[in-house]
């Protein structure tokens, strides 16, 4: 039996991970849970699923949580960059880590990977395209690999005109058409900004040049992501839109057991469509390329202003058309430190959030 830490219980991550411990619990103890704000089911779910120990909205105790010793397995399901301090103290703790924050590699994904290296804990992937790559490559050398193609359905905008952009609201932005995800992340897959930071997440999780990480529009959500190898042939991960599969797969990895969860009828699908993205209609894919290219503290500074930016969409305070303008405005104002150390990232990271603010004063 594994004892198991899951960062961010409440969330939808979160509560589909307690739901795949429902049906092993002869092979999962919860260790530990947290949460930020929802305490009243995080101690429902203390209540039901007993954990040694219980965290809400104290970010050293987190710290502490993750790297704790009788940990086995840490579910790193905490949104946003608040996440980066908890995964590098299980990394430093030599923990297997089931990642589905993607965040933090995105602000430090050089320092997560090195550390990752010199301990030897092992990153899991959860997110559902990264989750597909990791199964698509298992056993492959890296060499072998000429492009990765990461899936998008396009969200709920896809077959919004470019011209009513402006005018979206916060409750359209977050109705996505396939996953129930919560409020950020709907309106980063609103804004395509999600398949940007995954663009750049895959460039550290497994080494592939950004020019080789490519999106793909697949509106049935379906295959879950592609891998294209130098022979010309292509791998793609296909599955049901759950997300309690892949949250399964890192949690019991390298095992797969029946999930009990339906397959997809490829009959009663019939087809599968795949479109290129609109760079113009989604302008956060090409800042999130671009700063994956300039490197250094770049994608730190993308990530913060786009976390603050959401926020102040989602409380109607912008429109959804200034949420890449001012990410664009940041990244041009920022003097990127080239090798940063993780004190270079938090400040990084904390220049773009008063920078953001400050705009608005």
Same mark, same amino acid.
């Given at each position: 039996?594994?004892?198991?830490?899951?960062?961010?219980?409440?969330?939808?991550?979160?509560?589909?991970?307690?739901?795949?411990?429902?049906?092993?619990?002869?092979?999962?103890?919860?260790?530990?849970? +947290?949460?930020?704000?929802?305490? $009243?089911?995080?101690?429902?779910?203390?209540?039901?699923?007993?954990?040694?120990?219980?965290?809400?909205?104290?970010?050293?105790?987190?710290?502490?949580?993750?790297?704790?010793?009788?940990?086995?397995?840490?579910?790193?399901?905490? +949104?946003?960059?608040?996440?980066?301090? =908890?995964?590098?103290?299980?990394?430093?703790?030599?923990?297997?880590?089931?990642?589905?924050?993607?965040?933090?590699?995105?602000?430090?994904?050089?320092?997560?990977?090195?550390?990752?290296?010199?301990?030897?804990?092992?990153?899991? =992937?959860?997110?559902? /395209?990264?989750?597909?790559?990791?199964?698509?490559?298992?056993?492959?050398?890296?060499? $072998?690999?000429?492009?990765?193609?990461?899936?998008?359905?396009?969200? =709920?905008?896809?077959?919004?005109?470019?011209?009513?952009?402006?005018?979206? +609201?916060?409750?359209?932005?977050?109705?996505?058409?396939?996953? +129930?995800?919560?409020?950020?992340?709907?309106?980063?897959?609103?804004?395509?900004?999600?398949?940007?930071?995954?663009?750049?997440?895959?460039?550290?999780?497994?080494?592939? $040049?950004?020019?080789?990480?490519?999106?793909?529009?697949? @509106? /049935?959500?379906?295959?879950?992501?592609?891998? /294209?190898?130098?022979?010309?042939?292509?791998?793609?991960?296909?599955?049901?839109?759950?997300?309690?599969?892949?949250?399964?797969?890192?949690?019991?990895? =390298?095992?797969?057991?029946?999930?009990?969860?339906?397959?997809?009828?490829?009959?009663?699908?019939?087809?599968?469509?795949?479109?290129?993205?609109?760079?113009?209609?989604? @302008?956060?894919?090409?800042?999130?390329?671009?700063?994956?290219?300039?490197?250094?503290?770049?994608?730190?500074?993308?990530?913060?202003?786009?976390?603050?930016?959401?926020?102040?969409?989602? $409380?109607?305070?912008?429109?959804?058309?200034?949420?890449?303008?001012?990410?664009?405005?940041?990244?041009?104002?920022?003097?990127?430190?080239?090798?940063?150390?993780?004190?270079?990232?938090?400040?990084?990271?904390?220049?773009?959030? /008063?920078?953001?603010?400050?705009?608005?004063?």
């Amino acid at each position: 039996m594994k004892n198991l830490v899951i960062l961010g219980s409440t969330g939808s991550i979160g509560q589909n991970a307690l739901d795949v411990v429902r049906r092993f619990k002869k092979r999962f103890k919860v260790l530990g849970l +947290s949460a930020n704000n929802n305490t $009243d089911l995080l101690a429902a779910q203390a209540k039901e699923f007993k954990p040694e120990f219980v965290v809400a909205k104290d970010s050293d105790a987190l710290i502490r949580l993750a790297g704790h010793k009788k940990a086995d397995i840490v579910l790193m399901a905490i +949104s946003g960059s608040a996440a980066l301090r =908890p995964l590098i103290a299980a990394i430093d703790a030599g923990k297997k880590i089931a990642l589905a924050n993607k965040e933090a590699l995105v602000a430090a994904g050089g320092i997560v990977m090195k550390r990752a290296k010199a301990s030897g804990a092992r990153i899991i =992937p959860v997110d559902s /395209e990264h989750s597909a790559v990791f199964q698509c490559i298992e056993g492959a050398k890296k060499s $072998d690999i000429k492009n990765i193609f990461l899936t998008a359905t396009g969200g =709920p905008l896809k077959d919004t005109p470019a011209a009513k952009m402006r005018f979206v +609201s916060p409750k359209q932005a977050i109705r996505h058409p396939r996953w +129930s995800m919560g409020k950020k992340i709907s309106v980063d897959s609103a804004t395509m900004m999600n398949k940007g930071l995954e663009v750049i997440e895959a460039n550290w999780l497994f080494g592939v $040049d950004i020019d080789n990480i490519k999106i793909i529009v697949h @509106p /049935e959500a379906v295959v879950h992501s592609m891998v /294209e190898f130098n022979d010309g042939s292509v791998i793609a991960q296909m599955g049901a839109t759950d997300m309690r599969l892949p949250i399964q797969y890192a949690l019991l990895y =390298p095992e797969r057991i029946a999930s009990g969860l339906n397959g997809i009828d490829l009959a009663a699908i019939k087809k599968l469509n795949f479109l290129a993205p609109d760079f113009k209609k989604f @302008p956060c894919i090409k800042l999130a390329y671009e700063a994956a290219k300039t490197g250094g503290t770049m994608p730190a500074v993308l990530n913060a202003a786009n976390e603050e930016l959401v926020a102040m969409f989602l $409380d109607s305070n912008i429109r959804l058309t200034d949420i890449a303008k001012g990410v664009a405005k940041v990244m041009n104002k920022h003097k990127t430190v080239k090798n940063p150390g993780l004190t270079d990232i938090l400040k990084s990271d904390k220049w773009a959030r /008063e920078e953001v603010n400050g705009c608005r004063r």
